[in-house]
């Protein structure tokens, strides 16, 4: 079956940097808007930014200009370069894989916490 598996998470000072990773499997992952997701304690899961299959990314507000989105088609692998952590950036992040028509597919989660 299909496979998004997140890595890269971990424990970071604020102001440190973080890059996730998401590796898929089973999908045609070059037509495919690949996104990160974001689901912090006592709160509905966000769109943290999404790339489509042409390279356009999309930011949520709250980390424009601090996280970047890539994707490599070679690799059927996604990144999320995190700059300048904040506290509140604290939460497991989610790959999300989406196709019109399709189902949508997401990973297991990876946890971020941003604390000194």
């Known amino acids: 079956q299909v496979q998004l598996v997140e890595s890269g998470g971990g424990l970071v000072q604020p102001g440190g940097t973080l890059r996730l990773s998401c590796a898929a499997s089973?999908?045609?992952?070059?037509?495919?808007?690949m996104g990160w997701y974001r689901q912090a304690p006592g709160k509905q899961r966000e769109l943290v930014a999404h790339i489509t299959s042409g390279g356009s990314t999309n930011y949520a507000d709250s980390v424009k200009g601090r996280f970047t989105i890539s994707r490599d088609n070679t690799k059927n692998t996604i990144y999320l370069q995190m700059n300048s952590l904040k506290p509140e950036d604290t939460a497991v992040y989610y790959c999300?894989?989406?196709?019109?028509?399709?189902?949508?597919?997401w990973g297991q989660g990876t946890q971020v916490t941003v604390s000194s």
């Open positions: 999300n894989a989406a196709l019109t028509g399709t189902p949508t597919f």
């Open positions: 089973r999908i045609i992952f070059s037509r495919y808007v």
